[in-house]
């Protein structure tokens, strides 16, 4: 499995694409649908970013037995580093 480097938030977000997109390979709309209105949560402030990172764990929750064992190794990835302040600006 494909281990993850950011530098920044838009590789953050590139990652969650990748995710988005096997997701869509396989038919899985709905998991799509529950990811994608988490993201809408991200404004730019702090308080958007914990509600994201509140909605898309519950969402990963809800739907992990549906997922491959490679987006949910992405979908953990992308969860860990919303838990920590990785990148500088």
Do not use: C
Not at 42 to 56: C, I, P, R, S
Not at 59 to 81: C, G
């Amino acid at each position: 499995m494909k281990n993850y480097t950011l530098t920044s938030w838009q590789d953050y977000w590139e990652v969650f694409d990748k995710l988005i997109d096997l997701l869509n390979e396989d038919n899985k709309a709905e998991i799509i649908l529950e990811f994608k209105d988490a993201q809408k949560f991200v404004n730019g402030l702090t308080d958007g970013w914990y509600e994201f990172k509140f909605a898309f764990e519950n969402a990963l929750k809800s739907n992990r037995q549906k997922m491959t064992i490679e987006q949910n190794h992405i979908a953990n990835f992308l969860l860990e580093t919303s838990n920590k302040p990785l990148l500088t600006r």
